[in-house]
């Protein structure tokens, strides 16, 4: 059973590697082919000039005759060149025509090699020696031709070690035997160099082929890649235009939510009697707008992704951003103990770029160094403006962020699990949307955090930005 099993398993390889083989081989014949084509012209006047070389010995009838054996000898080459067919072939049609190229090759050769008896002249050693040359040469010159396919070149091998050996023996003197005897092992040598080029040609189809199935490969990869991009990128559009198209839908009834609830908690249109109710509405209106901060969240975030967001740029003072980030996470800096504060030594620069969004990206780091800050800490802000660009450092002395956490938290909506971000809620989109606003101005967010001893939050901006730059020595806090 397990011989059944192996032998079913071994059929598809099996199969694949013939195929293969047979793809070579038909690629090595065509070679061939493409080699002998020159022939057509060249072997009638190479004939004609060993005619030419023998017409002291041999009569014009033999020599015509010869010249016409070789000129048939060509007509089955030229056919076969003529008729085999362009493209892939199946196994059974690629041994036909394996068949057919070597059959054909070989009536060549011994139309050829018939100059042997044809040309040859009783009692002239010039003549019989003459004759041994030219087959000698052209049996080197046809290895070079037909080496590569081995179907082809073996008969043809074969049939000139016969004549080449049996041609000097129609002499009867010893130098003949004895050259009789050496050409089997020239032959042989022959044999042995078009080996080699049979060699050197399979491996280079076989590297072509190695070549082209790894562009196949690549170009499927390519084609794969784009299909999921354009997959991506349509769940992305269907995203932003669900977000888009929600927006009204949901910050509508959380208006009404919050200003109903802010004027009932405030008893504008009258007292209440019940303080509960009171509280109620308290607990409703900061609910609802902490939800309705989250939905504004997300949708500037989808906006930024789906580069709808659009810059207008002006003069923009980066400490003033500054200022105004601390007027606002003021009161929740001093409510934790934390003091916020400029570095005592810091670069007052004027960019190009959308104060919105500088203001934004400041505030976002501010705000997420404030809420992972311990009581009793420290979050300084600096700025420094050179030649590779501006850096605004946003640096506390809070929680941290373990190092491999660190690309981690520049994801949409991915926090890291501790008890201040559980204790602090928030959605993460913080810094993914202040990222994006970043490279809107071809910058960036650059994090570095040491876990228990703080995180340093950059935003960096490139030197084609700034506008001017003079060295302040002031503190804001």
């Not at 989250?294 to 580069?307: M, Q, R, T, V, Y």
Request: a neutral charge; glycine letters at 6%.
């Amino acid at each position: 059973m397990r011989n059944i099993k192996a032998s079913v398993a071994y059929q598809p390889f099996a199969q694949e590697e013939r195929a293969r083989e047979s793809r070579l081989a038909l690629a090595l014949l065509r070679g061939v082919i493409e080699n002998l084509k020159p022939n057509r012209l060249m072997m009638p006047l190479f004939a004609a000039a060993v005619c030419a070389m023998f017409s002291p010995w041999v009569s014009i009838g033999g020599l015509a005759l010869w010249y016409a054996v070789v000129l048939a000898g060509l007509v089955p080459q030229l056919l076969v060149s003529r008729m085999i067919p362009a493209g892939i072939l199946s196994v059974a049609d690629t041994e036909k025509w394996m068949r057919r190229g070597a059959i054909a090759n070989l009536l060549y050769v011994m139309a050829w090699t018939s100059l042997g008896w044809l040309l040859w002249t009783p009692g002239s050693d010039f003549n019989h020696l003459l004759i041994q040359l030219v087959l000698a040469t052209t049996l080197t010159a046809h290895a070079a031709l037909v080496g590569p396919c081995r179907a082809v070149a073996l008969p043809a091998f074969c049939w000139y070690g016969v004549v080449m050996t049996l041609v000097p023996l129609q002499a009867h003197a010893t130098v003949y035997y004895y050259l009789a005897g050496v050409t089997p092992f020239y032959v042989g040598y022959v044999a042995a160099m078009a080996r080699q080029h049979h060699t050197r040609a399979r491996a280079a189809l076989v590297l072509a082929e190695e070549r082209n199935g790894l562009l196949a490969e690549l170009v499927c990869a390519k084609l794969e890649s784009d299909r999921g991009r354009e997959r991506a990128e349509a769940a992305s559009l269907a995203k932003s235009q669900f977000l888009a198209n929600m927006s009204h839908e949901l910050r509508t009834p959380l208006n009404a939510i919050i200003g109903f609830s802010d004027i009932i908690s405030q008893e504008m249109l009258g007292p209440i009697s019940n303080a509960k109710y009171v509280e109620y509405c308290h607990d409703i209106n900061n609910s609802g707008s902490h939800l309705l901060s989250i939905i504004n969240e997300i949708l500037d975030l989808a906006k930024a992704e789906s580069g709808k967001l659009k810059l207008q740029e002006g003069e923009t003072d980066i400490l003033a951003c500054i200022d105004e980030a601390f007027r606002t996470c003021g009161p929740a800096a001093e409510k934790s103990g934390i003091a916020l504060k400029l570095a005592p030594r810091h670069d007052d620069a004027l960019v190009l770029a959308d104060r919105r969004f500088i203001l934004q990206i400041v505030l976002n780091l501010v705000s997420n160094a404030v809420k992972f800050t311990p009581r009793g800490g420290t979050v300084e802000v600096s700025v420094r403006a050179g030649d590779d660009g501006i850096a605004v450092a946003v640096r506390d002395t809070g929680i941290g962020i373990p190092e491999d956490n660190l690309e981690r938290v520049m994801r949409p909506f991915e926090q890291v699990e501790n008890s201040y971000s559980r204790s602090h809620g928030g959605t993460g989109l913080g810094l993914p949307y202040s990222a994006k606003l970043a490279e809107l101005h071809d910058g960036a967010i650059r994090l570095e955090s040491v876990l228990h001893q703080g995180t340093v939050a950059t935003l960096w901006l490139p030197a084609a930005r700034l506008i001017t730059v003079r060295t302040a020595l002031r503190a804001v806090s």
